[in-house]
């Protein structure tokens, strides 16, 4: 495994929840952590959290947590429908894969501390995640509450505001368009009842967590550039939850966070997203600027 900062180099250590690697000098300036404030199952037998966790790196992160520290510039990205990243262009935006639940449809049809609380699982900790610390036997009725909560919700969930005619927008322009979501395929398809001017053949793409690792991890935004045979510099990841930031920009891709018209759902620490938008109707005018000649 090479290191992920740098190429040529043989990696010393590997981050086993993102599946990358890194060389000594990353370890040794903690560049190797990409969430030393957040959860991590594999934390406790972690050599790159024994180094982080005395570094400059998560001093910053936790006084950023605390409101002391973040900087002018990040709070003006994340209120900002322009450019919240110092990156430049993307050459061409080719594609557009989309988050599902609070994305593509209006937030809210799943309860999520309800789910948790029926589940048992830790306020703290996401659904997916929680399910991976236990044995086959006490997941298995765990996996079955979940997935009858994903039908409920359904049943019930709405297209998002904007939402059909921004993919049929998208659609018109020739770019490919997918979704990612850490649901299962059998809710995915089952939601599309309720729109009117789309269904699931518009997508190139459903990635669920039927495929791949889930979010945050970028498995998933990989294969589905693959699918949609594009590279994912060429491509756009959209949604409401910092794991699909963290998704996207952990495969290379470029990303773009819907608020929803609120607050942002972002972490100290998370990678800023390149693109901050209210409602999907502002999506469109990012690919415009970005795809001009």
């Not at 048992?120 to 991976?132: A, N, Q």
């Not at 089952?190 to 889930?214: E, Q």
């Not at 945050?216 to 990989?222: E, I, R, S, T």
Request: proline share 7%.
């Amino acid at each position: 495994m090479k290191c992920r900062y740098h190429p040529d180099r043989e990696a010393a250590v590997k981050c086993d929840k993102m599946d990358v690697g890194y060389c000594g000098e990353c370890l040794d300036r903690c560049e190797a952590c990409t969430d030393p404030c957040g959860y991590c199952k594999f934390r406790n037998r972690c050599i790159i959290w024994e180094h982080c966790k005395r570094s400059d790196k998560k001093n910053r992160l936790e006084r950023e947590a605390k409101g002391d520290g973040s900087s002018p510039d990040t709070a003006k990205g994340n209120q900002s429908s322009m450019r919240a990243s110092d990156r430049a262009k993307p050459e061409r935006i080719k594609g557009v894969l989309f988050d599902f639940d609070g994305t593509l449809t209006m937030p809210g049809a799943l309860d999520f501390p309800g789910i948790k609380k029926k589940m048992g699982c830790p306020p703290d900790l996401p659904i997916l995640e929680y399910l991976e610390t236990l044995s086959p036997e006490a997941k298995k009725p765990l996996l079955e509450i979940l997935e009858a909560k994903e039908e409920e919700a359904a049943r019930e969930s709405l297209p998002n505001q904007g939402a059909e005619a921004c993919l049929k927008a998208l659609k018109q322009k020739g770019l490919s368009i997918g979704i990612i979501t850490r649901n299962s395929l059998r809710s995915v398809k089952k939601t599309f009842a309720n729109f009117n001017a789309v269904d699931s053949r518009l997508f190139a793409a459903i990635i669920t967590r039927d495929d791949c690792r889930p979010k945050p991890h970028p498995d998933g935004v990989h294969q589905a550039a693959r699918r949609m045979e594009i590279s994912p510099q060429n491509l756009l990841v959209v949604g409401d939850f910092r794991f699909d930031i963290i998704a996207g920009y952990e495969a290379g891709a470029w990303t773009v966070l819907l608020t929803n018209g609120k607050e942002p759902l972002v972490a100290p620490g998370d990678p800023q997203p390149d693109y901050t938008v209210r409602f999907l109707e502002d999506l469109r005018l990012i690919v415009d600027r970005i795809n001009l000649p």
